[in-house]
């Protein structure tokens, strides 16, 4: 099985403890990312504290030398437009181009930590969307993690 990972996931799989990706992951030959999360991942090390950057750009690194990046270079405009129209404000821009690939990649199973993400990836709404065009809704899996930091 090849998985999408959405930002969260990647995030909370590499710099939390107790994920659950990678027992999903055990058995697959590929995990995925999105461009539009090496932008997530840089605004991260941007806003990182001093004690957190040094974390972020290893997860940033880990990302582009380890994952493969998901589709050509192409980004599915058709398949961001319809989810953008139809779900308006509910994601942010970004989650909805990661959505996009996933539908326009068929095989992909799309893994996220962002229950707002999960509730639209898995939802009749979206299944309504992309069988009126034609389109698969890709699976999808909430994965969970804790944080390793101290919250203050």
């Not at 999105?34 to 997530?40: A, D, F, I, S, Y």
Request: glycine share 6%.
């Amino acid at each position: 099985m090849t998985y999408l990972l959405d930002t969260s996931a990647i995030i909370g799989w590499l710099e939390r403890s107790d994920s659950s990706l990678p027992p999903l992951l055990a058995g697959t030959s590929t995990a995925l990312y999105h461009p539009v999360t090496l932008g997530e991942l840089h605004t991260g090390i941007v806003r990182a504290t001093d004690d957190e950057r040094e974390m972020r750009t290893n997860t940033l690194r880990f990302t582009t030398q380890r994952l493969e990046q998901v589709g050509d270079p192409v980004l599915p405009a058709e398949h961001f437009g319809a989810l953008t129209a139809q779900f308006a404000r509910t994601l942010s821009h970004n989650d909805f181009w990661i959505l996009a690939a996933a539908i326009a990649t068929p095989g992909l199973t799309l893994a996220t930590e962002d229950t707002k993400f999960f509730d639209v990836a898995d939802s009749d709404e979206l299944e309504a969307v992309v069988r009126r065009r034609g389109w698969v809704r890709p699976a999808c899996r909430l994965v969970e993690s804790s944080p390793i930091l101290a919250q203050e």
